[in-house]
Structures are given as C-alpha cells and as structure tokens.
C-alpha cells in the first residue's frame, strides 16, 4: 500500500535528532474512552508527528483490510481481517490525539472480535495477533517519520554545502579580479608618469619656441593640441589609477568578508552534520 510522505519543520527536525532513541515498538495495553464506551487498547506513540498524518496512515491501513471505513468521531473498520488474530472478522476503532503541549501523538486502537474487546484477558491467538499487527505498522510509521525528517535534514546539509561552495568559488573570483586590478591600476601609474614626463619635455620645448622669433606658427598650433591630448591621456591614466586603488580595497574586503562567511558556513555544516547523523541512528534504530 502507498504511504504518505510527511514534510517536518527544521524545528522538528532538530528535536527528532537529539531525542531519546524510540528502539522498542511494542505497543503498550490501556483504554481509552471512544464514543460508545471505554475499551482496552494497543496505544502506538509517535514523537513529534502531526495527528492528521498519524490518523491518514491508520486510516489507509483500515482500508486494506476492512469491508468498509467510517470516519466520524473515530475511525471505524467494518468486518477486517486480522488471519493471525482470528479466523472471523473483527470491528477495529482507532481514535487520534495529542495533547496540547504534547511531544507524544498517540494511536489508540481497539480490537472487537466474537468474545469481545481485545485485551490483557483475551485468547493468546487474539492478544498476541493484535499485538502484532499494532507493532509492525507502528515501525512502518516510525521509520517513516524518521525517514521524512533525514530526508529533510539531509537536504539542510546539501543546501548549506553548497551555499558553501558558491563562497569558495566567489572567492576564487574575487581573487582573480584582484589580481588583474592591481596589475591594471599599477599599469596606469606607469603611464600616467610616462605621459607627465612628455608633457613636461612638450612645455620645456615650447618654451624654447617661444623664444624663437622665426618659429613656424603652425607648429605652435600642432604641438599645443598634442600637448592637450598628452593631458587628457595622463589624466585619464591618474583617474583609471585612482579606481583601480578603490576597487583593490574593496575587493579585498570582500574577500576577507567571504573568509568569515565561509568559516561560519563551515560551522553550520558541521552542526547539520551532527544533526543528520543523529536521525541515521534514530532510523537504525527503529524496528
């Protein structure tokens, strides 16, 4: 039969991990008040499991073997078949709850069979069928729960891996940007300092034209508007420099901040790692 999966808060989740092992699944023997009276039952305890999950499974397991199901102020199986328990059919009730505030969500579950409700008193066959019965879907539901919550644990794990990752490889490229920012920026040094140097040789030469009374007008002209475009160039080449030491300072930030991220990533890593091994052992234990 199909079974639902069930989807467990990262909360939960933690509580599963770091909660007593449940490695016993034998159902204990008590009564409960159901709508027409109080009757012996096999109770089925499930920690921190949702009362809408707990009653779908068993309501799922009804409808295997019974003629007919009924929902109304408990869940009711008309004429189902339990071969190890009897050789008739029997009428079984199961009612849901958790108290409020509770870590426990119970099933109470009742067996009437031709000589009357199942209990402590009842033939061997019937008692220990019952008891069986109980036990086998109370460890179908357990590792069900325990599975659901390492399957979302193990998820957390892999997500927070890769957030580790992503870092790692930001970093690497924050590293590489680095590199060719300082190389760009100290290129620019160099030529803003090349193109001062020939705007200084352009004004000593002008100087001298100057002087020169028998100068060529024209080359005044040439040798102005290269001197201009030498300023634009060494200003460009200071402002570039300029930019380059900001984006090194940031960058470095950035990688230094990635450092911390990363180191805290790891530790987060390593917290949901012990998280996850903690519902391994809680499903291997389960049986």
């Known amino acids: 039969m199909k079974k639902g999966r069930f989807i467990l808060p990262i909360l939960i ?47 799922n397991e009804l409808k295997s073997i019974s003629v007919k199901v009924t ?29 409020k505030g509770g870590l426990y969500t119970s099933a109470h579950i009742a067996f009437l069979s031709t000589a009357g409700y199942v209990g ?29 919550a390492l399957e979302l644990g193990q998820r957390d794990l892999d997500r927070l891996q890769q957030d580790l990752d ?37 004004d000593a030469a002008g100087a001298n034209v100057k002087a020169d009374t028998t100068s060529d007008p024209n080359e005044e002209k040439d040798r102005l508007k290269q001197l201009n475009k030498l300023r634009d160039k060494a200003a460009r080449a200071a402002k ?6 900001k984006k090194t300072m940031d960058l470095q930030w950035a990688i230094q901040q990635n450092a911390k991220d990363q180191v805290s990533k790891q530790e987060a890593i390593d917290r949901q790692q012990t998280v996850v091994n903690g519902l391994k052992e809680k499903l291997q234990a389960i049986h």
């Open 120 to 148: 402590p008193d009842s033939p061997e066959r019937e008692l220990s069928g019952c008891t069986q019965w109980v036990q086998q879907r109370t460890v179908t539901l357990r590792q069900q729960f325990a599975q659901a």
């Open 166 to 202: 992503l870092l790692k490889r930001e970093k690497d490229r924050a590293e590489k940007s680095l590199g060719k920012t300082q190389q760009r920026g100290e290129q620019a040094v160099r030529n803003k300092e090349e193109l001062e140097k020939q705007v200084g040789g352009m």
């Open 13 to 59: 989740i933690t509580l599963l991990a770091s909660a007593p092992v449940q490695a016993q699944s034998a159902p204990g023997i008590s009564a409960y008040q159901f709508s027409d009276g109080v009757h012996p039952t096999f109770d089925a305890t499930f920690e921190n499991a949702k009362e809408r999950d707990v009653e779908a499974f068993w309501r």
């Open 240 to 245: 570039t420099a300029q930019e380059m030491v």
């Open 71 to 99: 929902n109304k102020k408990e869940l009711i199986g008309a004429a189902a078949r339990i071969p190890s328990a009897s050789p008739d059919t029997l009428r079984i009730l199961i009612a849901v709850d958790r108290p």
